[in-house]
């Protein structure tokens, strides 16, 4: 008893302090925040570590990281800014602050950026990439050119520059030059997509519409994801008279991008060309909600309500056509048919007499058919013509350059793989397990014991998919922290203080704070060297941290060790949890050791066989070791129960 008494004084005493926090343990917890991509969970411990030491230059900029991947562009420079104000020498600040100017089209200080940031680095590519990058943007080609010149000569293998060369020249009207620096940009890399989309600009520029739809398809297959090249296609295969192919590629963008505003317009005159009036209204419809002063749409819209019979939606657009355009006589002669056509004659009369009175002799056909040749003509977005009223619209300026800045900023901060594989551990936490398609409440005994003994603040649950937090719930969590500190300083039981640490500790975790969270679990284990749930919490925290370590090239095989000790120890005094048998299998598999994976998520299952997680990893697992058919099978039981993403992943690993 003497012991534990001693060992609580020891964990009480730095809690004395706690006016003032550990600045480097903030800003660590802050990094391993934007490391696993919760933003403003980072943004949370900067603030509070400026607060305590608003001399250091990391929080600021460290938050000016997290702002950035929020889209807070602004604040992010200002963060920046204030960073490079306490240190000037740190040259990724430069470079991020860069990034910024350039999300808020503020290329010429951008460029300042780039210029210093090249004086510490000067053979760093992606800042002499960026900087003529933003020259191009200020039409400054001159300059482009020389930069590209020295980029060429510096990374002669670096085919993207050869084709951004093609593109200025494209710019300057020199075509020739830029089919030149194209062929010399295939020939390094033909599996260059900035090489085809310039060429395929080229194409279409001298209207050599087949050549440009074939190399629009590579680019696609290179870059599938990008809305403006099935536009571009669709444009293309117009010109080609393949109805087919371009109302394909109008649906494929607005799969990729339901707001665009290309794709639904000129899918509805497309629409209207093969007859599917309906539908057309349809796309009309969106892009009037997009833009409701949009006259063209208005006018397109109200032709096809006249055809269709909807008289009166079409008196109401071309109303507000004419109340722009009152002399349009066209629109006047359209609407005076259908007050006419609804028995509205004076309405008919009072419009009729206009057009009378200022065309007597001018004949007004009705609405043709496109020809061809008018298929084929295009108009500006901005441009408004009755005249080209079915013409297929393309963007006032179409961009030779697919602008694609060069970031490493990410790289340095995080390096984080984009995509982790296997489903992440189960821990203890204050947010509850959330599967998509079949909620339900993870329930292990050890954890169910605690909620009704030691009858905590807020009950603690089980997840290994935790959604980040928002700033009122980081809020919460932190308050949280805050109260059981206060709560821990006043209390005179241990066992009582045992419990409220165990709180603090899953606080901690879910603030992605590891390092407070295994002081106070160690302490935890010290009084009571039996609870299983503090050994699997430590060793999950130590799990999390050494991922975050090695991302930072620190060696964490000691830490490993550490992890899987405090695992085999929880198992040990919980032989049947299914989510430490789980667990433990997740270390076994980040080490490459499938087959103990293996048989610790088969333990998992046999304990609980509602733990998708266990069969999507297993899955995995097999595949990895080669049994490519028993992976299939747990893929599948685990999209059976709920695991969506499962689904993509059996697709991946199809033949």
Known sequence: MLRRSILLLLALLPLTLSAQFNVDRLIMSGRSALYYEDYVLAIQHFNRAIQSKPYRYEPWYYRGIAKYYLDDFAGAEGDCTEALHLNPYVTSIYELRGLCRIRQEKYEDAIADYDRALKDEPSAQNFWFNRMLCRIELKDYDRAQLELDTIIQK???????????????????????????????????????????????????????????????????????????????????????????????????????????????????????????????????YVIRMEPGNIMAIYNRALLLHKTGDLRGA?????????????????????????????????????????????????????PRW?????????????????KYNHVVVEDEEKVIEQEYENVSRGKVQNRKLEVEYMPMYHLSYIKYANILKP????????????????????????????????????????????LTTLILDSRDVQQTK????????????????????????????????????????????????????????????????????????????????????????LYFGQGDYEKAIADYTAAIESNHNVPEAYFNRGLAYIHSGERQKGIADLSKAGELGLYSAYSMLKKHAK
Request: hydrophobic share 40%.
């Open 371 to 387: 020809t061809k040749s008018q298929m084929r003509q295009t108009r500006k977005k901005s441009e408004i013509d009755f005249e």
């Open 499 to 586: 419990n409220l640490l165990l709180q603090r500790a899953v606080a901690h975790t879910v603030m992605q704070n590891y390092a407070e969270a295994i002081d106070d679990l160690n302490t935890i284990i010290g009084i009571d060297p039996d609870m299983a749930l503090a050994y699997w919490q430590r060793g999950v925290c130590e799990a999390m941290m050494n991922e975050f370590n090695t991302s930072q090239g620190i060696d964490s095989k000691i830490k490993n060790a550490s992890a899987l000790f405090d695992l085999n120890r929880a198992i040990e005094l919980e032989p049947g949890s299914a989510y430490a048998r789980y667990d433990r299998g997740n």
């Open 440 to 483: 339900y409440q993870v329930f292990d005994k050890a954890v169910d014991a605690f909620n009704q003994k030691g009858k905590p603040r807020h009950p603690l649950y089980l997840t290994c998919n935790p959604n980040s937090l928002n700033e009122a719930q980081t809020k919460v969590v932190f308050a949280l922290a805050d109260t």
């Open 155 to 285: 990374w002669s293998k670096n085919a993207r520059a050869y084709s951004v060369k093609a593109g200025v020249y494209l710019m300057q009207k020199d075509t020739t030059a830029a089919a030149v620096w194209l062929d010399k940009a295939v020939s390094i890399d033909p599996y260059d997509w900035q090489s085809w989309l310039t060429r395929a600009s080229i194409s279409m520029s001298r209207a050599k519409w087949k050549d440009a739809d074939e190399q629009l398809s590579k680019v696609i297959h290179l870059r599938p994801k990008m809305v403006a090249n099935y536009t571009n296609r669709a444009l293309v295969r117009l010109n080609c008279n393949n109805l087919r192919g371009a109302m394909s590629d109008y649906d494929t963008a607005l799969e990729l991008d339901p707001d665009n505003f290309l794709a639904h317009y000129n899918r509805g005159l497309l629409r209207v060309q093969v007859g599917d009036d309906n539908r057309a209204i349809s796309d009309f419809d």
């Open 315 to 367: 008196i109401r657009d071309y109303t507000k056509v004419l109340e722009e355009y009152p002399n349009f006589w066209t629109g006047l002669y359209r609407r005076a048919d259908c007050y006419r056509r609804l028995g509205m004659n004076n309405q008919a009369e009072l419009d009729e007499f206009k057009v009378f009175k200022a065309q007597m002799d001018k004949h007004i056909g009705i609405q």
